[in-house]
């Protein structure tokens, strides 16, 4: 599956965002789909996650602010994020799991600052 994720841009602290991941083929049988980021000299990090039974888990550094979605044909997912913070500059990946594999996209890149 190709991953395309666009919406990323400079946003000052408090604004918000919205992430949009498009998938070339449905993720509804994917292991799980998720949102990851990496700024630069650090680690990459899960930021949101949804498995396959639905369940949905958040870093607990963006929980209660960002919110983590996909539409009713499971080829977009979205990462809404409110309240954005200058930590929350990095660059965003969409990454979908599917047995031992695992496919990312491109990235785009959020960078909060006044």
């Known amino acids: 599956v190709d991953l395309l994720e666009s919406g990323g841009g400079l946003v000052q602290p408090g604004g918000s965002l919205r992430l949009s991941c498009a998938a070339s083929?449905?993720?509804?049988?994917?292991?799980?789909v998720a949102w990851y980021r990496q700024d630069t000299g650090e680690a990459r990090e899960m930021v949101a996650l949804?498995?396959?039974?639905?369940?949905?888990v958040f870093a607990d550094s963006v929980k209660d602010r960002f919110t983590i979605f996909m539409n009713n044909a499971k080829d977009m997912l979205y990462l809404q994020m409110n309240n954005l913070k200058p930590e929350d500059t990095a660059l965003y990946y969409c990454?979908?799991?599917?047995?031992?594999?695992?496919?990312w996209g491109q990235g785009t890149q959020v960078t909060v600052s006044s």
């Open positions: 990454r979908a799991t599917e047995g031992v594999t695992a496919y």
């Open positions: 949804i498995s396959k039974g639905g369940d949905i």
């Open positions: 083929r449905s993720l509804r049988n994917f292991d799980a």
